[in-house]
Structures are given as structure tokens and as C-alpha cells.
């Protein structure tokens, strides 16, 4: 369990949100946190494919088949549905 103190301008902000929302002050904190380490791991998931495909616009040669991969690491593709 974390407990930490807002400064008084987020806490009057989060309380305005849970009343607009109907939802509880901790809700509101623990729903923003969750959505902003969700949204930084898609960016940070954006950023990969952009370096995999500027990787790969750079070099194609070393570009791997999905079999290549799958047979590296002892899978099939019924595994990964």
C-alpha cells in the first residue's frame, strides 16, 4: 500500500472529478495513474516499431520470418492465438 499526500490544487482537482463522475477521490487517483502507465507503455510500445522499422528500412537483410522466430524459441502459431 502507497499513501501519499496532493498538493492542494490536484486534490481539489481530483475531488472535482469524483463528483462529477460519481466515483470515490481514491478511484479517481488510482483510475489516472493506471490510464497514464497504460498510455506510457503504448508509447513506449510505438516507439519500438518505430525503431524495429527504421532497423529494418536501414538493413532489410536482416529482417526474420514469424517461423524463424517461432522455431528460435520452440513455438507454433497455435500457441501465440
Known amino acids: 500500500m502507497l499513501t501519499i499526500t496532493l498538493p492542494d490544487d490536484l486534490a481539489e482537482e481530483f475531488q472535482l472529478m469524483a463528483e462529477a463522475t460519481g466515483k470515490t477521490l481514491p478511484e479517481c487517483v488510482i483510475g489516472t495513474i493506471r490510464r497514464y502507465l497504460e498510455e ?42
Open 40 to 81: 506510457r507503455e503504448d508509447r513506449q510500445d510505438t516507439e519500438d516499431a518505430r525503431k524495429a522499422l527504421e532497423d529494418y528500412r536501414r538493413d532489410p537483410g536482416r529482417a526474420v520470418t514469424m517461423d524463424e522466430v517461432l522455431k528460435e524459441y520452440g513455438l507454433t502459431r497455435e500457441e501465440l492465438q
